[in-house]
Structures are given as structure tokens and as C-alpha cells.
């Protein structure tokens, strides 16, 4: 089975990586770190991987968040053996070299000559880049904190008795307890604010769940309250869960958790865009909330609402332009690589590997 993630997400708090989560603490995990610059075949190598091994009982695509088209690893869960970009803004560098993580170096496949007379060009292509990326980190700042606004007003409107009681029924009602599995979680971001707009990967909710709940709550606090909770459940039931978190809070706000051995979903839907192909039980949360008190706040939560709206469109805009001169900058690179060399590489990395 194929499935799809994020491990880096463009944030309110800049760029934030996962990509140390991969195989945490595993002693018996190879992974492959890819270096090199722009232009240097690192995502066309890791789609090698992903071709070769497309019949692997379980194989992990993870997207880039700023260009979607692009590759940042493939993973072999079952195998323990991944192939990934090391390059900034995830760095990832041997913690263990040559024992569980490789380095492999397609820069020396450039031919320098070839980069050299345009220097300059280079230099002020990739400061540029990174102008843009600061340019949507500053817009996703500000939609981050009309949200964790909206959460705040959300808190004092939620009515918390109400909705315990309701989180713990549906857990007892749902969850299995399992003596025989110890608590496991892998954490995974199934959406994204990317270069064409928030991406969330429904496919992967999807194929990995028969019985999927959307919470639906524009006002973010029951979510909230119940993703956390149910965190804290599949603890105690000793569950193996996946965890996903927001494209805005990846490291505090969980946005789904899926149940594995159970087949299970849970998925939050703050605004009407998020995981709008996806489809489940619904769960809605204005029960949960003092309904005479949201009518005294609701212009307020409307005008921020649409504030974070502009704010996303803003911020993709800036990614979708430093996409386009990262495509600048790989020409270049694209234009003193030699192919030859570098698929002798990828033909040798595929026939050692052991999957």
C-alpha cells in the first residue's frame, strides 16, 4: 500500500521538520541521506525507489511542501530502510554513519566549470528564494494568530462538562483495548500549506480507514479538546496510532489520528477547505458551545476567519514564486549535471539496497 505525507511543514512558526521521527530509536533502520544542490536528482532518484519498490507491502511518499510535485523521502516501513533529502530546511545528518544512515553526495555528479560563470546569477537567485519564503512565513504568522485567537474565544465559550462526558463515550464506544500491543505513535502531517494552496492528503485517510469522524468546529476548541483527548485514550488503551498536526501548529495542534489496527479515523475540519474530499461521520461541535455567547462574538470570529483566509492566499502566493526561481536556480545545475554518472549511482543504490 501507498501512502502519502508531509514531514516538513511551512508554519506559524517557519519551517517546521519531522523528519528526525522517521525511524526514532529503531536500531535496525537504514536510511539513505541524500546531498546536493538544486537541480541535483534527488527527488527523480527517490521516485526511482518508489517505482521499483511500488509492490512493497508498505511504502511512504513524502511530498515537499513547496514544490508538491516534488519528493522530500520514500520510506520502507516494513523494511526499516528509507531514502531521503538531507538538504536545508530539513537537514538531517548521520546520527549513527554508515551503521544506520548513509550519506550519499550527488553534487559530485556537477561539473563546477559549467557553474561557475554564473555565479552571480546563482547567488541572487537563491537569496531571493529564501526572501519569498520569509515573505510567507510572515503572512502565515499573522493567520496563526487569528486562530489561536478564534481558539481562545472558543475556550471561554465551551461548555466543558458537555463535552468530556461526550469525549469519553465515543472512546469507550470505539477504542479497543489491546494488552498484547504496547503504545505506539508515528507522527505525520496529512496536510499542508504548499505552492497550489492547503494540501491535505484524503487518499491517505482513506485507504488506511473504514470508519472515519469528522470533527467539524470553526471555532477550533472542541477539536482541540477532543484530539488531545483521545490522545491521551489511545494511551491508556495502549493503541498504535499515526498523529497528524496542522500546516499552522505542527508541533501543539493534532488534526487527525489515525487507528491502525482498528481502522479508524479522526479528523478535524476547522474551515470548509480542510479535508473537503474526505468523507465520514460528521460530528458537529456547536452543541458543545454557549450558543447565546457565540452570537455576541460571531462578526468577530467572521472577520478573522476571512483574514486568515487572505493571509494563506498571501503566503502561497510567496511559496508558488519561490518554487518558480528554485526552477530557475535547477537549470542551472540541471545543465552541468552528468546523467550518465549519476543513474550509474541510482542503478547501484537500487541493487544494494535489501528490500
Given at each position: 500500500?501507498?501512502t ?6 511551512n ?6 521538520s519531522?523528519?528526525d ?7 535496525n ?10 537541480g541535483c536528482?534527488k ?5 526511482k525507489?518508489a517505482e521499483?519498490?511500488k509492490?512493497?507491502e508498505?511504502t511512504?511518499?513524502?511530498?515537499c ?5 516534488s ?6 516501513p ?16 548521520p546520527?549513527?554513519p554508515?551503521?544506520?544512515?548513509e550519506?550519499?553526495?550527488l553534487a559530485e ?6 557553474l ?7 547567488v541572487?537567485?537563491m537569496?531571493?528564494?529564501k526572501?519569498?519564503h520569509?515573505?510567507?512565513d ?8 487569528f486562530?489561536?485567537?478564534i481558539n481562545?474565544?472558543?475556550e471561554?465559550l ?6 468530556d462526558?461526550?469525549?469519553?463515550k465515543t472512546?469507550?464506544k ?7 500491543v504496547d503504545?505506539?505513535v ?10 497550489v494552496?492547503?494540501?491535505?492528503f484524503n487518499?491517505t485517510?482513506?485507504s488506511l ?11 477550533y476548541?472542541?477539536a482541540n479538546r477532543f ?8 494511551k ?5 496510532i499515526i498523529v497528524?498536526y496542522?500546516p ?13 489496527n482498528?481502522?479508524?479515523?479522526f479528523v478535524?475540519r476547522?474551515?470548509k477547505n ?6 465520514g461521520?460528521t460530528i458537529s461541535?456547536l452543541?458543545?458551545?454557549n450558543?447565546e ?8 470570529i467572521k472577520?478573522m476567519?476571512?483574514?486568515?483566509k ?11 514564486k519561490?518554487?518558480t526561481?528554485h526552477d530557475?536556480?535547477?537549470k542551472?545545475?540541471?545543465d ?5 554518472e ?5 542503478d547501484?543504490?537500487?541493487?544494494s539496497c535489501?528490500?
Amino acid at each position: 500500500m501507498i501512502t502519502k505525507y508531509f514531514l516538513g511543514s511551512n508554519s506559524h512558526n517557519g519551517f517546521v521538520s519531522f523528519f528526525d521521527e522517521m525511524f526514532k530509536d529503531n536500531e535496525n533502520s537504514h536510511i539513505y541521506i541524500l546531498k546536493g544542490g538544486a537541480g541535483c536528482g534527488k527527488s527523480n532518484l527517490m521516485k526511482k525507489f518508489a517505482e521499483k519498490f511500488k509492490n512493497s507491502e508498505d511504502t511512504e511518499l513524502i511530498h515537499c511542501c513547496s514544490d508538491i510535485t516534488s519528493l522530500d523521502a520514500v520510506i520502507f516501513p516494513n523494511k526499516k530502510i528509507a531514502v531521503v533529502d538531507g538538504t536545508p530546511p530539513h537537514v538531517l545528518e548521520p546520527r549513527y554513519p554508515c551503521l544506520r544512515e548513509e550519506i550519499v553526495w550527488l553534487a559530485e555528479y556537477v561539473d563546477r566549470k559549467k557553474l561557475l560563470p554564473h555565479n552571480d546569477e546563482i547567488v541572487n537567485l537563491m537569496a531571493e528564494c529564501k526572501n519569498y519564503h520569509k515573505e510567507a512565513d510572515s503572512f502565515l504568522f499573522v493567520a496563526g494568530e487569528f486562530i489561536k485567537e478564534i481558539n481562545k474565544l472558543g475556550e471561554n465559550l465551551l461548555i466543558n462538562t458537555k463535552s468530556d462526558l461526550f469525549i469519553q463515550k465515543t472512546a469507550k464506544k470505539l477504542l479497543i483495548k489491546n494488552e498484547a500491543v504496547d503504545f505506539s505513535v508515528k507522527k505525520r502531517l496529512l496536510s499542508a500549506i504548499t505552492d497550489v494552496g492547503k494540501v491535505d492528503f484524503n487518499e491517505t485517510v482513506s485507504s488506511l480507514c473504514d470508519n472515519i469522524y469528522i470533527i467539524e468546529d470553526k471555532y477550533y476548541a472542541f477539536a482541540n479538546r477532543f484530539m488531545n483527548n483521545i490522545y491521551d485514550f489511545a494511551k491508556n488503551y495502549a493503541c498504535d496510532i499515526i498523529v497528524s498536526y496542522s500546516p499552522y501548529f505542527p508541533q501543539t495542534m493534532i488534526n487527525a489520528i489515525i487507528f491502525k489496527n482498528e481502522k479508524l479515523a479522526f479528523v478535524v475540519r476547522n474551515t470548509k477547505n480542510d479535508f473537503v474530499e474526505l468523507n465520514g461521520k460528521t460530528i458537529s461541535s456547536l452543541r458543545f458551545y454557549n450558543t447565546e455567547n457565540v452570537k455576541t462574538i460571531s462578526e468577530r470570529i467572521k472577520f478573522m476567519r476571512k483574514s486568515i483566509k487572505l493571509c494563506q492566499e498571501d503566503a502561497v502566493k510567496m511559496i508558488a514564486k519561490a518554487k518558480t526561481i528554485h526552477d530557475k536556480l535547477e537549470k542551472y545545475y540541471i545543465d552541468a549535471m552528468d546523467y550518465d554518472e549519476l543513474n550509474k549511482k541510482t542503478d547501484f543504490l537500487l541493487e544494494s539496497c535489501e528490500i
